[in-house]
């Protein structure tokens, strides 16, 4: 049974940086494309960004220099560093693996607010 468990959520003022981390565990990690989106209140989920199985990564518009998305094959765990956090970045975060049709992880929340 796949699991995938978000941490590193928080209140943090503009300006701030957070570091998000989803420990998978289920199924061989270094198969599959993972990602993170996120959902704000009111409005659907969206892509944040993706990292391949080769380590390509991928960004929305919205976070390009300011967030950075990694995965640790050795540790089944991939990352999302935030840094520069605007409040327009406040949302429920959520790990995917695999894609649409994959699994999710049950979300972190991430505030920002000052």
């Known amino acids: 049974q796949v699991q995938l468990v978000e941490s590193g959520g928080g209140l943090v003022q503009p300006g701030g940086s957070l570091r998000l981390s989803c420990a998978a565990s289920g199924r061989s990690f270094i198969l599959y494309n993972m990602g993170w989106y996120r959902q704000a209140p009111g409005k659907q989920r969206e892509l944040v960004a993706t990292i391949s199985i080769s380590g390509r990564t991928d960004y929305a518009d919205s976070v390009k220099g300011r967030f950075t998305i990694s995965r640790d094959n050795a540790k089944n765990t991939m990352y999302l560093q935030m840094n520069s956090l605007k409040p327009e970045d406040t949302g429920v975060y959520y790990c995917?693996?695999?894609?649409?049709?994959?699994?999710w992880g049950q979300g972190t929340q991430v505030t920002v607010s000052s």
């Open positions: 995917n693996q695999g894609g649409g049709a994959g699994y």
